[in-house]
């Protein structure tokens, strides 16, 4: 199986700046996609950003020109650099990883236990 650590989460003021990382460990083989998602609390899980293996990326149009997502495909890792942050932000971020493992050549969508970001003044 694979397994997705996400760290970097905590509490940070309006307009201040974060870093998430997450690591991906595990029977893996390769991973293609890798991505973040976000939920707030009462609201389902949303789209933040993508980074392919060849590092194409892909934002929410809500962080574009705020938030950098980068990838060590080497070291299988993935991290999201928040700028300018907003209490509308405030959300569980998850890491997903779409992964081919070492007992199965069949892709499938991995993700990440969350992590909390809290953004207030």
């Known amino acids: 199986q694979v397994q997705l650590a996400e760290s970097g989460g905590g509490l940070v003021q309006p307009g201040g700046s974060l870093r998430l990382s997450c690591a991906a460990s595990g029977n893996i083989l390769s991973i293609s996609n890798m991505g973040w998602y976000r939920q707030a609390p009462g609201k389902q899980r949303d789209f933040v950003a993508t980074?392919?293996?060849?590092?194409?990326?892909n934002y929410s149009d809500s962080v574009k020109g705020r938030f950098t997502i980068s990838r060590d495909t080497a070291k299988n890792t993935v991290s999201l650099q928040m700028n300018s942050l907003k209490p509308e932000d405030t959300a569980v971020y998850y890491c997903?990883?779409?992964?081919?493992?070492?007992?199965?050549?069949?892709?499938?969508?991995?993700w990440g236990e969350g992590t909390l970001v809290t953004v207030s003044s």
């Open positions: 980074i392919t293996r060849a590092g194409s990326t």
């Open positions: 997903k990883a779409v992964v081919a493992t070492t007992l199965n050549f069949r892709v499938r969508d991995y």
